[in-house]
Each structure stands twice: as C-alpha cells, then as structure tokens.
C-alpha cells in the first residue's frame, strides 16, 4: 500500500492524544541571516525528542487488536527504537528493539526507560536482520521498520501537516533525509494542503545517496557514510524513493561543518538542543539564495544529543 | 507607583505585538520524576533569550514620545541590558548601557548587536553608578532599573498571566528570585488571575537574601553571592519586596548542586537550553513534596550560556 495524503490526515487523528502538537519557533535574528522568513516545527520537543514517535504511533495505532496484542519489533540503533518503545507502552504491548551491543549506552537507555525489550546483536546488518528474525518467529510480533512502511511515512507527514495548518502561504518547506520517511511523509502534506509550495529535502554531503538516487532515477545505496549526523546514514526506502521522485523538488547537500554551524545557531540564538541532523535543513537554507525573501517552514527533526558530548568546533558562528 | 494587576493587563496589551507568545511545555518524564503536573512557560525561547524583553519592551513603551527621543539608559552585565537594548531599538531610540570591562566577551557582543551604545566601567558598584548618572547628564535619557521599577515590573508579570491563560487550574507558580522584579510581576498576575494558586519562588542557598528578608521583614543585603545562578546574584528590590511580602507563599532554597542537575534534566529531556539561573525553580519543585500530586507553573526565565562553557559536572542526573 502507498501512502497519499488521505492516511496523513488519518495519521493526524488516530495519533493526537498520544504525540505533542510541538511549537512552531520563529527567530528574527535567523530570517536576518538567512533573508528568509523562517518557520521552525520544533520536532525536538516532541515526546521522545523526535518526529520518530509520531510514525511509530501510528503504526501501533493502526494494528488490529489481536495482531497488537502479540507485539512489535524493530532494529534500530536511534530514535526510532526509542519512538518504539515508547508507542507500544502507550497501547499496552510489548516491544522488543534489537540494537548492536556496540551501540551507545545513552540509547539502550533511552529504549529501556521505555520499557522495551532490549535485544542485542553484533554490529553487521546481517547481524541485525537474524536477529530480528528470530524475535519474530519466537514471539509473533509485528515488525515495524523505521521508514519503507506506509503507515510510518504517513505518521511523519502530520508534523507537515501541523506546521501547514499552523502557518499560511509557506513557499518552501525543507527536512532531512535518511531513509526518506519524514521528507516523504512531508511531500504528501504539503503537496494536498498547500499545492503551490514545494518540498526539499537536505542531506549531509557525506550521506547524499538521496541526492544521487533522484538524479539517476533509482535507488543508491549509502555504502560508507561520513557525516555527523548520525540519523541520516541510512540508504533511502522504497517507498519513500517513491513519492520523492513526484512530490519533492530539490534535494540540497551541506559539509559537517555547515551542519555544526547550523547547529551552534539553533543552540544559542533559538536556545534549543537540536542533534545534528536535525540542522542539516538550517545548514542548506543558509547555503544558497534560493529560498531568500520566502517563506520557509523547516522541520526539526530531533534533540537527543548529549550536551557533555558537543561536536568540537561547534564555536561561534 | 507601585504596580497592581491593572498594570499587568495593561502591560500585556502594550507589548504583544513586540514580544514572542512563548510555548508552554510539559514533559511526563519530569511529571514521574516529580510526582506533580508540570507547566514550563519558555521564556528562555523568549526575543533576546530572556524574560526581560518583556519588563524592558514595557517601561520603553510607556514612555512619552518627548521622553523617549532623548534615549534610554541602565547598568547590567545581563540579560536586562540585553533586553533593554532590543527595546529600544525596536522603538528607535538610542540606548546606553553601562557594563563592567570585566564581563564576558559575549554579554559586549549580545548588548552590541542589538546597536545599543556600551559604556564602559570599573568593576564596583560605585563605578558603575558613576558612569550611569554621567551617561543621564549627558544625555538625558531616561534609566530603566532592572527590576526596581514599576512597569519593569508588570512587564515581567505578563509572562504568568499568558501561562495562567493557558493552563486552567494551577495550584502553584513558582518562578527564580534575584532582584524580585520576576516573582513580585508573577505574584501580581497569579493572585488577580488565580486567587487560589500560591506563587512561589525559588533562590540558590549561596544567594539566599530573598528568603531572609522575608523571614526578617526587611531587605537584606546579598554581599557576597556564591553561586552558578548569574542571574540570581542581586540584592531584591524595593518595590518586589513590598508586593513578595503580601502575595508569595514561600521562598525555596537549592545547592548548587542540584541546580546543576535540574538544567541537565531540562536540556537532556525537555530538549531546551537553559541558564542555571533558569534551573532553580524546577530544582526546588524536585528537593520537597510541597508540590506533589498538584498542578504547577514554572517559569523558565532565560537561556543565555554559552553551550561550550556548560558548568562541569553537569552529568547524567
């Protein structure tokens, strides 16, 4: 099943009582910098610290009871697994998230506060996918990947659809991407609700496969990423790959350094504690004139960062 | 004239369109680990980073066209000077602000880039009156006091009445005290608003003169501050005195400490970068069961630090 605009608002109504409907922050300073008017979805701030938990409550939502009722399970060694966690503890069933035992401590954290079950692997893909398989088999869960699933992209579309519910006559609205969920989810949202706007996606130049998949017309896999930004390594989804080669009209590239400027930015002048891939989208803006006297609604994706373990460098900006 | 309620309505309808509506967020991780509801009202996301926009946005709007040509004028080596920079600016009128050479390159910068006039001085008190009552003769600007100030202090009280319309049924407000011009605006708004809340506020024990001169009945005079909270270091004010000594429950004390350990819960899990004066409150509400089992408003009052310079010790709390 491909997700369209329809399941974005279904998404939005079966999620609303369990996910933050987050602010929307506004900086003077940064529309001076940047010669745009910017309109920041504080994705941050939403439970978890991550747009992840609306996706992954949505999926949860939509399970029949009986299916639900055996649990859910997925391989993921960032927000997702927490995002997760938590969506199953919301409905009452079990989780269990597989993550490499090589993981940082601070995430296994993270998905145990949430009462997950926490099953670990060695560190290769191949690792994770058995033992993912074998949670399933023992257990009859319910896999929920964290971005080729229709119901997790059409989750990520409602902070979209908020922000474009929230702001009128938006010209630009630009997110990361990874695996293509949240860019994807957010063409469907704007694309129904605001048909004259368009949608971009920004990628650290390190991680670009999305960049090389839209211009080549297929899918590039993301071999050996080398970006700070930890949650957009991943290869694009299928489904995801998609709707972007419809909806989205432009995937923009920035260097590490660009993102940790971008993040030092939205620390000290909007006072905010964004991870770094949340400020890859500020990074591009702020890179090149196209976006200069629109209006630009930007979607931050996420905050889980340890503030002891600031990126060097992240200086004055 | 000291300021009633009235003031603060009044307040508000001035500054509206001058200062940002801040967010109020709410965490359950923070609600479990203090047993009670809680109401964050982001003054941290606040124009200039800090409540004081709002205090300072209000005495230079009250003033009439004649006055307020001539200029506006203060000593500060925070967020007041800051505040009232921006103030001004946004009316158009020139604003000096007195600083010690001795504070940090960033305060200079913050005061600078808002295009206010920084007079340099010694690093006493008597220094920096002195070069203040030169900067009035000189210019004829006004000074707008911090906090010892009647629409200084409404301003600041229109921060609890956005929160007290926003949230129904609070039982407590709780906000930091160092000069009182916070807690005294709060205490005006909550007991007009919400007869049945109780306002609070909340000081780090090397800081504690609040809570002494309430218990004496007279000011007390805060000699030698020793604390991380910069913003709390000041003696209260005539006119917060007065207004604290009828309306405020209680004044709480916290260490270091602990203040250390309420910012780290608040940039890990609330994703928002405070300063540690901004900290106090939501550490007073986690050291007692005063609170438990109630709804309370919190006042985060600023965010201006510097993320590289985090005090040590701010670990996993």
């Keep these: 099943m491909e997700p369209d605009h329809a399941g974005v608002v279904q998404a939005s109504e079966r999620i609303r009582t369990h996910v933050h409907q987050t602010p929307v922050l506004t900086s003077t300073l940064l529309d001076e910098r940047s010669g745009a008017q910017l309109f920041f979805k504080c994705e941050n701030l939403q439970r978890a610290g991550a747009f992840k938990t609306r996706g992954a409550t949505n999926a949860v939502r939509s399970l029949v009871q009986d299916t639900a ?17 938590l969506a199953a503890r919301e409905r009452g069933i079990p989780a269990h998230v597989v993550m490499p035992h090589t993981a940082p401590a601070i995430k296994h954290a993270a998905v145990a506060a949430y009462g997950a079950e ?17 949670v399933l088999e023992q257990t009859g869960a319910t896999f929920i990947p964290p971005y080729d699933h229709a119901h997790v992209i059409a989750g990520q579309g409602t902070a979209a659809l908020e922000l474009c519910r929230a702001v009128s ?33 920004a990628e650290p130049a390190g991680a670009d496969d999305a960049c090389r998949s839209l211009q080549l017309g297929s899918i590039q896999p993301m071999d050996a ?23 989205v009209a432009d ?3 920035v260097t590490d350094r660009e993102i940790i400027d971008a993040m030092h930015l939205l620390w000290t002048r909007m006072k905010i504690v964004v991870e770094p891939s949340a400020a890859v989208p500020l990074a591009a803006v702020l ?14 994706s996420g905050g889980n960062v340890d503030p002891q373990a600031l990126p060097s460098g992240m200086s004055d900006a």
């Design 69 to 85: 009722q055996r649990g859910v399970a997925t391989h993921s060694s960032g927000n997702h697994g927490a995002a997760l966690a």
């Design 118 to 134: 926490i099953v670990s692997c060695g560190p290769t893909l191949a690792d994770r996918e058995a033992a993912l398989q074998n």
């Design 169 to 201: 006559d938006l010209d630009q609205v630009i997110t990361p991407v990874g695996g293509g969920g949240l860019l994807s989810g957010t063409a469907l949202a704007v694309s129904a609700i605001m048909p004259g706007a368009e949608t971009y996606g």
């Design 225 to 247: 990423p080398d970006t700070i930004a930890d949650g957009l390594r991943s290869t694009l989804g299928r489904l995801p790959f998609a709707i972007m080669r419809r909806r």
């Design 251 to 253: 995937i923009l590239t």
């Design 287 to 300: 890179g090149t004139d196209r976006f200069r006297d629109r209006r630009v609604g930007i979607i931050l």
